[in-house]
């Protein structure tokens, strides 16, 4: 009965409603095919993340660990290089060395050390190494013009490698920051280049030192410093994409400076805001600071209050509005890092010994916990 009745309506059907179903089935049968086409789409690639470590305890040196950009999961922990104290990391810009720093005093007569290593489909090879004039360097910072800046935390001085073709780490000139009169004052805690010069935190001066590049080397700009509040502890910075922000972490007063540049080219004081709770009572030292990839939020870390502060960025003005904090899953947040595509927030937690993944709104700046990894003392994460 049923067939009859179909033939009967496909008998009387006339030509034109023949055609217009023909083009609907067309369509389901294009629809079924993108839709199966998207079933089978690769495996998400898998992206490697470096962690830097503090070895006087379990850990042995740099690590890697997979990251799923999908998930956010992490998984394949493994250790890449056995070395004393890589705290802080940094990648030449092609991917093909690794530059970490062995925040000792011991690799050479009262001095730290620095390490050149090369990504190779085997792993990490390392490809010299030599000393940084100072004692406990902290950070490392990578120049395309071919130069490596190396922050020495007590050394209170600023270490400037020359790097050869292969990678190498080179010449050496380093530039004290202690006052000639006075001693153990500077602790240099961070370094950039671009295109406007070198800049160097120095938290035990309450400064930003800013540098020029001259043909035999770098000496002081014409605004030779950005002077922060006494007792402030500048310890990390970020600029925003134009270079006419510049956003200061402070560590000793808990707090966030925004520097503006201004028509002849120097920066000043525009905004500081506090990081942390204002009932909050305990330890409060901050540590690293980042910007999303769409230049809309800053994200810094609170130890102590173990928390991420969260800023709203005003493009236009530069200055910033406070959207929330958010718990770190963790004891004493270091440093930490968006994921290249800005979906997601990872934070080395040192004193839980754990790395905490946190899925980021976009929109909204705001962070959802989703789950954690653990690592004896880790400090620095650095995507390859």
């Given amino acids: 009965m049923v067939a009859l009745v179909l033939a009967r309506n496909s008998y009387f059907r006339s030509p034109q409603t023949t ?35 503090y070895t006087n305890g379990n850990s042995e040196g ?27 990391l940094t990648l030449s810009d092609d991917g093909k060395m690794l530059y970490a ?34 004692a ?22 600023l270490a400037i490698f020359d790097l050869l073709e292969d990678g190498q780490l080179g010449d050496r000139q380093v530039i004290n920051h202690n006052p000639p009169d006075t001693t153990g004052i500077s602790h240099v805690h961070m370094a950039h280049f671009n295109a406007d010069g070198l800049f160097a935190a120095d938290l035990g001066l309450d400064q930003v030192k800013r540098y020029t590049k001259q043909p035999y080397g770098w000496v002081p700009a014409e605004q030779e410093a950005l002077t922060l509040d006494k007792g402030a502890g500048p310890r990390h910075f970020v600029f925003d994409e134009s270079r006419n922000f ?14 503006k540049r201004d028509a002849l080219g120097k920066f000043q004081p525009l905004q500081t ?9 305990g330890p409060h030292p901050c540590a690293d600071i980042h910007m999303s990839p769409d230049g809309q939020f800053l994200y810094g870390s609170n130890r102590g209050e ?23 899953e963790g ?15 990872l934070v080395a937690n040192k004193k839980s010994n754990n790395i905490t993944v946190f899925k980021r709104d976009e929109k909204e700046g705001t962070l959802n916990f989703l789950h954690e990894v653990a690592l004896d003392s880790p400090v620095c994460l650095v995507f390859e």
């Fill in 62 to 88: 740099i690590y890697s660990i997979q990251f799923n950009p999908l998930t956010g999961t992490l998984d394949s922990l493994k250790l890449e290089a056995k070395l004393s104290s890589p705290s802080f």
């Fill in 273 to 281: 805001e506090s990081t942390i709770d204002p009932n909050y009572a």
């Fill in 19 to 53: 055609l217009n179903m023909k083009m609907q089935y067309h369509i389901l049968a294009l629809v079924i095919l993108l839709f199966t086409a998207c079933k089978k789409e690769k495996p998400q690639e898998m992206q490697k993340i470096y962690i830097g470590t």
């Fill in 306 to 328: 173990n928390t991420l502060v969260i800023f709203k960025i005003d493009k236009a003005t530069g200055k910033i509005s406070l959207v929330g904090r958010t718990s770190v």
């Fill in 331 to 345: 004891d004493w947040p270091r440093n930490f890092t968006l994921s290249p595509d800005g979906k997601f927030v």
């Fill in 101 to 134: 720093v062995e925040e000792t005093s011991d690799f050479d007569a009262n001095s730290g050390g620095v390490v050149a290593l090369q990504v190779t489909s085997d792993g990490l090879k390392e490809v010299n190494a030599k000393a940084t004039g100072g």
């Fill in 246 to 259: 510049m956003y200061v972490i402070n560590e000793l007063n808990a707090t966030l400076t925004v520097f």
């Fill in 136 to 157: 406990n360097p902290c950070h490392v910072a990578y120049s395309p013009s071919g130069q490596l800046a190396v922050s020495n935390y007590s050394g209170g001085n």
